[in-house]
C-alpha cells in the first residue's frame, strides 16, 4: 500500500539546479497566490449563495473550460470496469468537494488552506509514521525520527486548529440561536449533527475538512493504476471534472428548488459584496445571476484549471516532493497574509455598515480572525511538511542484518500487517488453552463490558461520576491485561537470549502488579490525606448502585481466581515457607470454603508435581514435605491479578459503607477515611507478593534447599568439597542449581555427577549443572595460562591437601 | 527480621561514614521538597504540576537506588577483606581448617550470587514505578478534564522550580553507579533521539554549537527540562485563560515523555532480571563458543545459558557433550580456558554418551547398593542426561 509513496520519496537522486526550473517556480508560486485570492473570493460569494450552486457552477464553468483544452471524449474507449471505476471516483470526488466547499463556508479560507492544501504525501507519510513504524523493533532509521516528530507536529497543528481557536466563540454567539441563520436544509441538519456530538460549527468544519482530506488521500492513492488506464492525469482530471459536474446538477437543481422555495434562504447573512442587492431578491435576480457569473468564472479557472495545469507542469519538471513542499509552502504563507489583508479591508467595511441583527450591540468582530491557535498551527504546518516531505535517506526495503535464527532480515513492514487477523486468532486459542489465562481472560471481558456498560449509560445520563468510574475501571484493566499476556508469554518457546524460556516473566509481571498496587495505594492515600482536611460534597445517588455492581463484578473474579490461588496456597498445609505465611491468613477468610477441596480439584500444572511428590513420599519423608512447600510460593502473576482485583473489591466496599454513612448521617469525613484504610489494606496485602517475587528475582535460594543435600553430596565416595553452590528458582515450578565438585585423582566423574544429579533431582531441581573438577583440572588451567575466575575457592581444596 | 535490621544498621553506617553526608543532606532536601511540591500540586489543583512534581518522588527512588549501590559496594570490600583474612587463616593452619569449610551453615547463604541484583531489581523498581505513576497519571488528568475544576496559577511557577532545582543536584551530585550505567548502556529514549535529531539540524546551520549540542543527554535531565518548559507555557497559557484542556494536554504530555524516558531503562534492567543474554555479549560469546566446539575431543554443546548476574556481570552454565575416548579434565580445562575470560562464574557440566555400559564391569557392586541410580535406569539410556 506504501509501495507509490516510498518510490517517491527514493527517487531523490535527480535534482535539477535551481537557475534551469526557475521560471516553473515562479510559475508555482504565481498560480498558488492566485488560488489563494480565488478561494478568499469563493468565500465572499458563499456568504450570499448557496454553497451547492456555487460549487455546480465553478465545476461547470471548469469542465467546460477543460473540455475546450483536452477534449478527453475525443480519443478514449472506455470499457465497462474502467467507466465503473471511474464513476466510484467521482462520486468521491464529488463528495470531497461538497465537504470541502461546506467546510470552506463554516471555517473560512485561511483555515480551510491550512487543513485541507496537503499533498496526498504528506498524509500518507503521517499515517505511514503512526501506523507501521511502531511494529519495526530495533530499525532506528535516520529518517524515522524526523518522520515522527513531523507526524507529531501535524496532530498537534490540527489539534490547536480544532481546540485552540478562539473563532468559535463567535459562531456560538452569532448562529446559534435557533432559527435565525439556519433555513438551509443542508446547514441545519449539519448543525443538528454537530450540536448532538456537541462541538461548534466551526469545529465541525474543521472535522469536514479532515474527513475531506482523508478521503481525498485515500482515493488518489488508490486510484493511481486508472490514471494510466484512463491515459494520462490530465485527461483523467478532465474526465472526472466533467462527471463530477454531472452528478452535481440534480442536488443542485433540488437546492436551487429550495431556495425558491424559501427565498429569503439566498441570503441570510449580509456581505461586503452583496450589500446593494440584499431587498431586491426576487425582482433582480438576473442581475445577481450576471454579478455572480463573473467572480465564479475566474474562481473555477483559478481554482480548477490554472493551478492544475502548473502543478503538473511542475510535477513533470521538478520532482514531486519539491513540488508539494514549495506549493504547501506557499499555500500556508500566502494565506496567512491574504488573511491580514482580508481582515484589515474588511474592518474598514465593517465599520460602515452596521450588523444588521443589531441585537449584539457591538461591532461584529471580524470573522474567522486570526488567532494565537492558528498562528501556531501555521507554524506547526510548516514544520510537519517540510519534515514529512523530506527525502529518506535509506530505502525501505534496506537489509538491516540478521535475526536471532540466522535468516537475512529485510525491512519490509507492509509485510505484516495482513496477518493480523490470524495473530488474534492464534493468540486466542493460546489463551484458552490453559486455565490461568483463560480465567483472567473471562474475567478481563466481563470487566471489561461492565466499564463499557458504565461508560455509556455514564454518557447517556451525562453522569460525570459515572465516567470517570468507567476510567478507573478501564485502568484495572490494565492490569489484567499485563497478567494476561505474562501467562501467555510464559509458555514462549526458549529462544537464543531467553535461554531459560519465558517462565521468568510471570514472577516479573507478578513484581511489576504488586508495584501498581503500590502506587494506587500511594496515590489513594496522597488523595484521601488532602481530603481530610476539606472533605468535599458527594452525591451519593447514583454511587451507591455503581459500586454495589463494581462489588459483585469484582466478587466473581475473587471466586474464579481464589480457586487457582487457594489451590496453589492450600498444598502448603503446615506452611513451613515463613515468606507467605501472612498473605495465607490475611486471605484465608476469603476462601475458607475452598480450602476444603482444594486437594481434590486437579490442576494440569500442579498436578505433575504432586504425582512427583507422591513418588518421593515413599523414599523420604522429610523431601516430601518440602516438595510441598515449593509449590506454596504458587504463580506470582496469578496472585498479582488476584490481589488486583481483592483490592478493587476493597475499594468497592469502601464506597459501599462510606456512602452509606454519608447518606444517613451525612458523615463527609468517612469518605476518606475509609480511603486511607483502603490503601493501608491495599499496600499490606501486597507486601508478601511482591517480597516473594522480588526474592526471585534476586536469585535467593529457596529456603527449603536443605543443608542436607549439600551434606549427601559431600558423603559420596571420592568427593573432597564443593564450591559455587548457587540454586535459585527460575519460576514458581522451575528450580536451578549449578555446583562444583572437587573430586579426588582417581574418582570417576561422570559415576559422581550422576550421582549428584540424583541428589538434586530429588531436591525438585529440573536444570542442574554439575562441575567436577580434578587437581589435573588446576593444572591444565595452569598451563593454559588460564583465568581462574571464580576458581580461587575451589583450587584452595587442592592446595591445602 | 534479622536481615532487615543488619540493613538498617549498614544505612546507619553509611549515615555515619563521612562521604556519604552530602548524601544523606540531599535526601532530607529532598524529602521536604518532596512534601512541600506535593502540598502546592495538591492545592493548585493541576494535573501538569502534579505530574512534574512526580518527578521528586522518581528523585527519593534515585537516591536510595544510589544507597543500596553504595551499600553493596561497601558489602563486596568487606567481603574480600574476609576472604584474605579467611586465606591468610587457612595459610596458618590449613588442616585444621580444611574441614570447618564443609560445613553446610556455613556455605549456603540466602543470596549466593552476592547481593550485586540488587542494584538491577532497585533500578527496576524505580523506573517502574515512575511508570506506573505517570500512567496512573494519565488516568487522574482525564478524570480531571471530566470533572472540570478550578485551577490556581500562583503556585505553578514556584514549586517546578523548585521540584527543577532539587532534580537537577540530585541527578548531577549524587553518585549512582547503577543508573549511570543504564543510562549509558540501554537505548536511548524517543526524547533523546528526538532531541539530538533536532540539535544536529541546528549544528548544520551553527557549527559552534556542536561540542554543546551533540554529546548524548542525560536523559533524566532532560526530562526534567522538557518538563519545566511544558509546566511554564502550561501555566502561562492558563493565564492567557485557554482553560483546562491546556492542563490536560501538558500532563498527558509530561507522563508520555516520563514513559519514554523510563521504559528503555526498565526493558534494559528487566531483561537483566529475566535471565537474559545482554544484546551486545551474544557476538562475543558465540564466537567463543565456535572456538571451544572446534577443541579436541568435543561433541557438542547443549544447556548453553548465559545470563547477565548483575551490571557487566555475566553468568554462564554450559553442558559439553565430549567423546568416549576423551580426558574430561583436560576437555573442561580447555573449554574454561575458551569461555572464561567472557563469562565471569561458569560452571561447565562434562558428559559422555553411555559411560555406564563401559563401566558397568568395575563399577556393578556399588551401584546396586545404590538405590538413587536403580530407581530411574531410563534416565541414563542414550544421552539424555539432563532433563
Known amino acids: 500500500m506504501f509501495n507509490p509513496i516510498l518510490d517517491d520519496f527514493s527517487k531523490t537522486s535527480k535534482s535539477r539546479p535551481l537557475s534551469d526550473v526557475l521560471h516553473i517556480f515562479i510559475l508555482l508560486f504565481i498560480s498558488k497566490i492566485l488560488k489563494i485570492f480565488a478561494l478568499f473570493i469563493t468565500y465572499n460569494l458563499l456568504k450570499s449563495y448557496h454553497f451547492m450552486l456555487i460549487l455546480f457552477l465553478t465545476t461547470l464553468f471548469a469542465s467546460i473550460c477543460l473540455l475546450f483544452i483536452q477534449k478527453p471524449f475525443s480519443s478514449i474507449r472506455l470499457n465497462k470496469t474502467i467507466l465503473f471505476r471511474l464513476i466510484k471516483y467521482t462520486i468521491c470526488l464529488t463528495i470531497v468537494r461538497v465537504l470541502w466547499i461546506f467546510g470552506l463556508t463554516l471555517c473560512g479560507p485561511l483555515r480551510t488552506i491550512l487543513l485541507f492544501e496537503h499533498s496526498d504525501l504528506v498524509i500518507l507519510a503521517c499515517f505511514h509514521v503512526l501506523f507501521s513504524s511502531s511494529s519495526d523493533i530495533g530499525v532506528q532509521q535516520q529518517g524515522q525520527t524526523s ?136 425582482s433582480s435576480f438576473f442581475g445577481t445571476i450576471v454579478s455572480l457569473f463573473i467572480p465564479l468564472i475566474i474562481i473555477s479557472i483559478l481554482l480548477f484549471v490554472s493551478d492544475f495545469y502548473i502543478e503538473q507542469i511542475a510535477i513533470v519538471k521538478l520532482e514531486r516532493l519539491r513540488t508539494f513542499r514549495y506549493g504547501t509552502f506557499t499555500m500556508i504563507g500566502g494565506a496567512l497574509i491574504a488573511s491580514f489583508l482580508w481582515i484589515k479591508s474588511a474592518t474598514v467595511i465593517n465599520n460602515n455598515s452596521i450588523w444588521f441583527n443589531g441585537n449584539i450591540g457591538k461591532f461584529e468582530p471580524e470573522e474567522h480572525a486570526l488567532s494565537g491557535g492558528v498562528v501556531f498551527s501555521i507554524v506547526m504546518f510548516i514544520f510537519s511538511t517540510d519534515l514529512l516531505l523530506s527525502p529518506i535517506k535509506q530505502r525501505s526495503g534496506a537489509f538491516i542484518g540478521y535475526s536471532q535464527d540466522g535468516v537475512p532480515l529485510f525491512n519490509l513492514t507492509h509485510q505484516r500487517s495482513q496477518s493480523l487477523l490470524l495473530i488474534l486468532r492464534s493468540s486466542l486459542r493460546d489463551i484458552l488453552a490453559e486455565t490461568d489465562s483463560r480465567r483472567i481472560f473471562y474475567f478481563l471481558c466481563i470487566n471489561l463490558m461492565f466499564t463499557f456498560v458504565e461508560l455509556l449509560y455514564g454518557a447517556w445520563t451525562n453522569s460525570l461520576g459515572l465516567i470517570s468510574d468507567g476510567f478507573h475501571m478501564l485502568f484495572d484493566c490494565t492490569a489484567l491485561v499485563v497478567g494476561l499476556y505474562a501467562a501467555l508469554m510464559s509458555r514462549w518457546k526458549p529462544t537464543r537470549v531467553f535461554s531459560y524460556g519465558y517462565s521468568r516473566a510471570e514472577v516479573l509481571s507478578g513484581f511489576v502488579n504488586g508495584l501498581f498496587l503500590v502506587v494506587v495505594a500511594f496515590f489513594v492515600f496522597y488523595e484521601a490525606i488532602g481530603r481530610i482536611f476539606e472533605p468535599p460534597e458527594i452525591n451519593t445517588n447514583r454511587l451507591l448502585a455503581v459500586s454495589v455492581a463494581g462489588f459483585a463484578v469484582n466478587m466473581i473474579g475473587i471466586f474464579s481466581f481464589s480457586h487457582a490461588h487457594a489451590h496453589a496456597h492450600g498444598g502448603g498445609g503446615g506452611g513451613s515457607c515463613p515468606m507467605s505465611q501472612p498473605s495465607v491468613a490475611k486471605e484465608q477468610h476469603h476462601h475458607d470454603h475452598s480450602h476444603s477441596h482444594s486437594h481434590s480439584h486437579s490442576h494440569s500444572h500442579d498436578g505433575g508435581h504432586d504425582h512427583d511428590h507422591g513418588h518421593s513420599h515413599r523414599s523420604n519423608e522429610k523431601s516430601s514435605h518440602h516438595g510441598h512447600s515449593h509449590s506454596l510460593t504458587g504463580n506470582a502473576n496469578m496472585k498479582g491479578v488476584f490481589l488486583h482485583v481483592l483490592a478493587d473489591t476493597l475499594g468497592s466496599v469502601g464506597v459501599i459503607i462510606s456512602s452509606l454513612l454519608i447518606q444517613y448521617f451525612g458523615w463527609y469525613i468517612s469518605d476518606p477515611i475509609c480511603s486511607l484504610f483502603i490503601s ?122 | 527480621m534479622g536481615k532487615s535490621t543488619s540493613v538498617l544498621t549498614s544505612i546507619f553506617y553509611l549515615v555515619k561514614s563521612s562521604h556519604s553526608r552530602s548524601t544523606i543532606i540531599i535526601t532530607i532536601t529532598t524529602l521536604l521538597i518532596c512534601i512541600t511540591v506535593f502540598t502546592m500540586a495538591g492545592q493548585a489543583n493541576s494535573m501538569a504540576l502534579q505530574a512534574y512534581c512526580s518527578l521528586c518522588i522518581f528523585d527519593l527512588l534515585f537516591i536510595g537506588t544510589a544507597l543500596l549501590s553504595a551499600w553493596i559496594m561497601e558489602n563486596n570490600n568487606t567481603k574480600v577483606r574476609q576472604k584474605m583474612q579467611n586465606s591468610n587463616n587457612i595459610d596458618n593452619n590449613s588442616i585444621n581448617n580444611s574441614t570447618s569449610l564443609f560445613i553446610p551453615t556455613q556455605t549456603i547463604t540466602t543470596f549466593s550470587y552476592g ?164 544484546a551486545p555479549m551474544i557476538g562475543q560469546l558465540d564466537k567463543c563458543l565456535h572456538e571451544a566446539s572446534r577443541l579436541d575431543g568435543v561433541l557438542e554443546f547443549r544447556h548453553e545459558h548465559f545470563w547477565a548476574l548483575s551490571f557487566g556481570t555475566l553468568v554462564g552454565s554450559l553442558h559439553v557433550r565430549c567423546r568416549r575416548d576423551a580426558d574430561e579434565q583436560l576437555v573442561l580445562a580447555h573449554v574454561w580456558n575458551k569461555l572464561a575470560n567472557v563469562v565471569q562464574i561458569l560452571t561447565i557440566h562434562v558428559f559422555k554418551d553411555d559411560w555406564l555400559r563401559r563401566q558397568t564391569h568395575t563399577f556393578m557392586q556399588p551401584q546396586t547398593g545404590n538405590p538413587v541410580l536403580s530407581n530411574n535406569p531410563s534416565t541414563y539410556n542414550g544421552f539424555v542426561v539432563v532433563t
Request: proline share 3%.
Open chain 1, 147 to 282: 518522520r515522527i516528530r513531523g507526524a507529531v507536529f501535524f496532530i498537534l497543528a490540527v489539534l490547536a486548529i480544532f481546540a485552540f481557536d478562539n473563532d468559535d466563540a463567535r459562531q456560538r454567539v452569532l448562529d446559534h440561536p435557533e432559527g435565525h441563520s439556519h433555513h438551509r436544509l443542508f446547514a441545519h441538519v449539519f448543525y443538528r449533527l454537530t450540536s448532538f456530538i456537541g462541538v461548534g460549527d466551526h469545529k465541525g468544519g474543521v472535522i469536514l475538512l479532515l474527513i475531506a482530506l482523508f478521503i481525498r488521500c485515500a482515493i488518489d492513492s488508490l486510484n493511481k493504476k486508472l490514471i494510466g488506464d484512463v491515459g494520462g492525469p490530465k485527461k483523467f482530471y478532465a474526465i472526472t471534472t466533467c462527471l463530477s459536474t454531472a452528478c452535481l446538477i440534480p442536488t443542485s437543481f433540488i437546492m436551487l428548488l429550495i431556495n425558491n422555495i424559501f427565498p429569503d434562504s439566498i441570503d441570510s447573512s449580509s456581505s461586503t459584496f452583496q450589500t446593494t442587492l440584499l431587498p431586491s431578491t426576487s
Open chain 1, 680 to 801: 493501608i489494606m491495599i499496600f499490606l496485602s501486597v507486601i508478601p507478593l511482591l517480597k516473594d517475587s522480588a526474592m526471585t528475582l534476586l536469585l535467593q535460594t529457596p529456603s527449603d534447599i536443605q543443608y542436607e543435600i549439600l551434606g549427601r553430596i559431600i558423603k559420596i565416595d571420592s568427593v573432597l568439597s564443593y564450591s559455587d553452590e548457587h540454586f535459585w528458582r527460575l519460576s514458581s515450578s522451575t528450580i536451578v542449581g549449578t555446583i562444583h565438585i572437587q573430586i579426588s585423582n582417581d574418582g570417576d566423574e561422570q559415576l559422581v555427577t550422576s550421582q549428584v544429579q540424583a541428589i538434586l533431582k530429588e531436591a525438585q531441581m529440573q536444570n542442574v549443572a554439575v562441575q567436577v573438577e580434578k587437581q589435573v583440572f588446576f593444572n591444565h588451567l595452569a598451563g593454559l595460562n588460564s583465568a581462574l575466575g571464580q576458581l580461587a575457592t575451589s583450587e584452595r581444596t587442592f592446595l591445602h591437601k
Open chain 2, 115 to 278: 547481593t550485586a541484583r540488587f542494584e538491577v531489581l532497585a533500578v527496576f523498581t524505580s523506573t517502574m514505578l515512575s511508570i506506573l505513576g505517570a500512567f496512573f497519571i494519565l488516568k487522574e488528568s482525564i478524570e480531571k478534564y471530566l470533572e472540570d475544576e478550578i485551577i490556581h496559577t500562583e503556585y505553578l511557577m514556584l514549586s517546578s522550580i523548585l521540584t527543577y532545582i532539587i532534580h537537577m543536584i540530585v541527578i548531577y551530585f549524587v553518585r549512582n553507579q547503577a543508573f549511570d550505567h543504564v543510562i549509558a548502556a540501554s537505548s536511548s529514549s524517543w526524547l533523546q533521539e528526538h532531541v539530538s535529531d533536532m540539535f544536529q539540524s541546528v549544528c548544520h546551520y551553527i557549527p559552534g554549537l556542536s561540542r554543546l549540542l551533540l554529546p548524548r543527554i542525560n536523559p533524566l535531565a532532560l526530562l526534567c527540562w522538557c518538563g519545566l518548559a511544558i509546566v511554564f507555557s502550561d501555566s502561562f497559557l492558563l493565564k492567557m485563560g485557554y482553560g483546562h484542556f491546556v492542563d490536560t494536554l501538558s500532563s498527558l504530555l509530561m507522563a508520555f515523555m516520563t514513559f519514554g524516558t523510563m521504559v528503555p531503562m526498565a526493558i534494559y534492567s528487566g531483561k537483566i532480571l529475566l535471565q537474559t543474554t545482554p
